[in-house]
């Protein structure tokens, strides 16, 4: 059986980042770091509103992105910095749009039969509820997947973008709203985006949905789903619940923030403990893990779809790349933490101290994460012995990024520092074959 991919994502915001000339410092930094993934937001020519994802024309670059001093067109620009970070091991993906399009986009007139009308002369607006009320996105207009009097024409302009994109050098898709779109269309584009280039990969963004929904979603051949790991508390059974389902269907990456969220810096107060703590974690419990750009530095001041620009980039005295470079590390060194294995979070003494249990299916390897769950005071971990939690009877390695340990004792009790997490690891007896 194969090794898992290495799913290790750097989400490159390409409004902070600025002009495609200047992203490769970032993406230097992220390799740096072992990233071995870039995400990119859409890059193509926006509505008038100017949001990212209200894209006006797919084949058109942002303006607010291109080098114009430089004699090279934008799509030279583009393909060169994606070879550039080719160059220092990141292969990259761009999100793919097509729930909506802005409306002002020309397509609108071209085909209005690919489009869902409110009224006879009112294009229909996405919308969502958040809290019991309605949000409706006016400048965005959507496509009508499932009544579209000429669905062909409709997948072949999406099958024709997303070759557009990866011949500009992208090898993978973050799906946007992909639970918004019907699955027999995924099902097609990714089979025959497949079919001539069978190495892209395709995630689906599916975050806010039930599980069964997910779970239809991700049936349509997607190779990753997202998950709301983020979100959890370190206690409530949802997350353990929503993973149990959806994780033999397609694994899952998580993130300890994305760019629709609050910063987590600004969400702690700087809690420097809590940001390593909710990196440790994302990074450990998903098969991938995403972090956006400024996290390392605990950027503080939330990225927006059309206000964020290069001078946003704060100045601020924390630094945890080197942190960050050795939980990934961890995380390409060992393919138990490469996979949504078999997870169970296992009750204990001190409820203010997380223990997780992994088990490989792919490999032999275990692991025990023991986090400390409050980020402000120590808190104590006890275990008689810490082998009656896996079913191994290898000794256990510590693999953690902060304070190693050569050697396990039994009985095992330690006073874990602030968010500080232990992670150890062991190796079933392999099997034997005929």
């Not at 006006?56 to 970070?85: C, G, M, W």
């Not at 082998?387 to 039994?410: C, K």
Request: proline content about 5%.
């Amino acid at each position: 059986m194969g090794q898992p991919e290495k799913m290790i994502i750097y989400n490159l915001f390409p409004l902070l980042a600025g002009k495609f000339s200047d992203w490769e410092r970032h993406f230097a930094r992220a390799s740096e770091m072992g990233f071995n993934w870039a995400f990119v937001n859409p890059i193509q020519q926006p509505g008038r509103s100017g949001s990212l994802y209200s894209i006006s024309d797919y084949y058109a670059f942002n303006p607010l992105l291109i080098d114009h001093k430089r004699e090279k067109t934008a799509q030279q620009q583009v393909k060169e910095v994606i070879k550039r970070a080719e160059n220092l091991g990141l292969k990259c993906m761009v999100d793919l749009v097509i729930n909506h399009c802005s409306v002002d986009s020309g397509l609108i007139k071209a085909h209005p039969e690919w489009f869902l009308w409110a009224s006879r002369d009112h294009i229909a607006h996405p919308f969502c509820n958040e809290n019991g009320k309605k949000v409706v996105w006016k400048d965005l207009a959507r496509f009508d997947h499932k009544h579209t009097r000429d669905q062909e024409g409709l997948l072949r302009f999406f099958l024709d973008v997303a070759q557009f994109l990866i011949e500009l050098g992208f090898k993978g898709f973050r799906c946007d709203a992909a639970y918004q779109v019907p699955k027999r269309l995924w099902k097609r584009l990714i089979h025959e985006t497949k079919k001539r280039y069978p190495g892209v990969l395709f995630f689906a963004e599916t975050l806010g949905c039930q599980p069964d929904q997910t779970r239809e979603t991700a049936s349509a051949g997607f190779d990753y789903i997202f998950n709301s790991s983020k979100w959890w508390d370190f206690k409530s059974q949802w997350l353990m619940k929503q993973y149990a389902l959806t994780r033999d269907i397609a694994p899952s990456v998580g993130f300890p923030e994305s760019h629709d969220t609050v910063r987590l810096s600004e969400e702690l107060h700087g809690n420097i403990e809590g940001l390593k703590q909710r990196y440790l974690f994302s990074a450990l419990f998903s098969a991938g893990v995403m972090m956006p750009m400024g996290f390392e530095f605990g950027f503080r001041k939330k990225l927006h779809v059309v206000k964020t620009k290069p001078a946003d980039w704060e100045t601020t005295e924390l630094d945890l790349t080197s942190f960050i470079r050795k939980v990934n590390r961890i995380k390409t060194e060992h393919a138990i933490f490469q996979e949504d294995t078999p997870t169970e979070m296992i009750n204990h003494d001190n409820s203010n101290v997380l223990l997780m249990w992994k088990a490989s299916t792919k490999t032999q390897e275990e692991s025990l994460l023991i986090l400390n769950k409050d980020t402000d005071q120590k808190q104590r971990f006890y275990a008689e012995d810490l082998h009656e939690f896996v079913q191994a009877g290898a000794p256990l390695v510590d693999l953690s990024p902060e304070y190693p340990m050569a050697y396990i004792p039994t009985p095992f009790a330690y006073d874990l520092r602030p968010g500080q997490g232990i992670v150890l690891i062991t190796t079933r007896d392999a099997v034997g074959g005929d």
